[in-house]
């Protein structure tokens, strides 16, 4: 299973919004490379980078500090605000290894499967982010703040043959309070979906939640905050992982 740390992006810094709330931000530093290079330094290959500034406005995306993260030579999967094809040719031509689409995958499946036949499976990664409503996970739209009638189900349904490879889902009742992964979630995902690789997201307190999401079968699990908190460190991850 591969480690992803995260580095959530907001006015060039680092930051961890608490379940996706723009008014429940902590900072961790106006230096991103700086972080990424200590991540990698530690051993980490990839990394996972959310430009929350281009989510919320398109107009504002930090594309400069993304580039200087792929300098690194970390393998980067980022996204957040990516709309068009330039968004996804701009990202890759910086370096990046894998897009992620977001709200445009749950909105608009027919141009995202389009980009899939254009760049390759190895290159898009879907970001679904899902809050449990009525017994269902509903994807949520807009930096959390819209809910759709969409289920999680219908839209990995709309990609059935596009050569989808990558996705993470993430619920948010978990994201950055260290509730521990819906393990449940991704034993099914990984059951009934195996020719996707998922990455686990949201909620990752400790060593023992990356053991368990190994073994629900997901392919990779993204750490932010207890990364960031000192709940383990990246080496610490990585021989559990080889051990597991």
């Given at each position: 299973?591969?480690?992803?740390?995260?580095?959530?992006?907001?006015?060039?810094?680092?930051?961890?919004?608490?379940?996706?709330?723009?008014?429940?931000?902590?900072?961790?530093?106006?230096?991103?490379?700086?972080?990424?290079e200590?991540?990698?330094?530690?051993?980490?290959?990839?990394?996972?980078?959310?430009?929350?500034?281009?989510?919320?406005?398109?107009?504002?995306?930090?594309?400069?500090?993304?580039?200087?993260?792929?300098?690194?030579?970390?393998?980067?999967?980022?996204?957040?605000?990516?709309?068009?094809?330039?968004?996804?040719?701009?990202?890759?031509?910086?370096g990046?290894?894998?897009?992620?689409?977001?709200?445009?995958?749950?909105t608009?499946?027919?141009?995202?499967?389009?980009?899939l036949?254009?760049?390759?499976?190895?290159?898009?990664?879907?970001?679904?982010?899902?809050?449990?409503?009525?017994?269902?996970?509903?994807?949520?739209?807009?930096?959390?703040?819209?809910?759709?009638d969409?289920?999680?189900?219908?839209?990995?349904?709309?990609?059935?043959?596009?050569?989808?490879?990558?996705?993470?889902?993430?619920?948010?009742?978990?994201?950055?309070?260290?509730?521990?992964?819906?393990?449940?979630?991704?034993?099914r995902?990984?059951?009934?979906?195996?020719?996707?690789?998922?990455?686990?997201?949201?909620?990752?307190?400790?060593?023992?939640?990356?053991?368990?999401?190994?073994?629900?079968?997901?392919?990779?699990?993204?750490?932010?905050?207890?990364?960031?908190?000192?709940?383990?460190?990246?080496?610490?991850?990585l021989?559990?992982?080889?051990?597991?």
């Amino acid at each position: 299973m591969i480690l992803y740390p995260a580095i959530d992006l907001l006015d060039g810094r680092v930051v961890r919004l608490h379940k996706g709330e723009f008014d429940a931000v902590t900072d961790y530093g106006g230096d991103p490379r700086a972080v990424a290079e200590q991540f990698g330094e530690a051993g980490a290959t990839w990394i996972h980078v959310v430009d929350l500034s281009g989510a919320r406005d398109g107009a504002r995306r930090q594309g400069e500090i993304i580039r200087a993260i792929c300098e690194t030579g970390l393998r980067v999967q980022t996204g957040g605000g990516v709309r068009s094809p330039e968004d996804v040719e701009d990202l890759l031509a910086a370096g990046v290894e894998r897009v992620i689409v977001g709200s445009l995958a749950v909105t608009d499946p027919g141009r995202v499967r389009d980009w899939l036949q254009r760049y390759g499976g190895a290159h898009i990664t879907l970001a679904l982010d899902v809050r449990r409503i009525g017994g269902q996970y509903r994807p949520a739209l807009k930096g959390w703040t819209d809910t759709t009638d969409t289920t999680l189900e219908d839209v990995i349904a709309a990609y059935e043959g596009s050569g989808l490879a990558h996705a993470l889902v993430t619920d948010i009742g978990r994201d950055g309070d260290l509730s521990g992964p819906n393990i449940a979630l991704y034993e099914r995902l990984a059951r009934d979906y195996p020719g996707i690789a998922w990455q686990a997201s949201g909620g990752v307190a400790s060593l023992n939640d990356l053991r368990a999401a190994r073994a629900a079968g997901a392919a990779g699990a993204i750490s932010g905050k207890a990364l960031y908190e000192n709940r383990f460190t990246i080496a610490e991850a990585l021989a559990c992982l080889r051990d597991a």
